[in-house]
């Protein structure tokens, strides 16, 4: 399947989303094809968005080079990414930085498939999936020189704010449940943020206590 990685990573730099050596490098050493379940394997290098259960997905790969791009990480960022889902966001900015990067799931299932997966590349050792709320952010490893959040918010959630370090970037899709802005934050001071739209993307939500409320299943 290396083929069809190189053709989608060819597909995205002709197509001006990925610029980066060291996100194509990332790409190169992490086929997405690891990181789905059997079942949707034969998709892996389509430029969708894909199913991994518990009605969740694995983000579309542009979005993925979108918001990594814009995060624009460097070697000594401590990040923080909110909703793991199946690992792969994550494990792209672990290759990127030589701290740590934190990554936050609420679904139990998720942080066992995303562990699971990561166990494919044990060269990896500064990814830490941690099971939570990630709407609070994660107070404990905080501030954060980088945050990105993968799933879609009704608003930044303070507490983000509040983690990220003055200097620091975060990369936030939100607004309603049907499409929704990502943009970038850059905190200038303790209460002064800088806003840049990078357009307009479709995720799931961002649940929990800052994020949209749950729905009871019937
Ligand atoms: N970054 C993921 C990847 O590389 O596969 C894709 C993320 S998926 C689009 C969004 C994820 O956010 C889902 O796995 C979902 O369960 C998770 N999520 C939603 N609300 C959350 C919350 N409050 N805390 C942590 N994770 C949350």
Redesign the pocket.
Known sequence: MSYQNRQLIWKMKKDGHLKSKEIEQALLELPREK?VPANVKRFAYENT?LD?G?R????QPAT?VIMTEALDVKKTDKIL????????????LAKLTKKNVY?????PE?VKF?KSNLEQFPEIKNLKIIK?????GLKKYAPFDKI????ASPEVPKPLLDQLKVGGKMVIPYGDSYSQEMISITKKNKTKFDRASIGFFN??????????KEKKEE
């Open positions: 990181f968005p991994i518990k969740q997905t694995i983000s993925v990414e909110i909703g793991t889902g199946s690992g792969w966001q994550g494990a792209i990554s936050v799931e609420h679904i998720l995303a939570g709320d990630g709407s609070k990105m959040v993968t799933a995720f799931v939500p961002l649940l929990g206590k800052y994020g949209f």
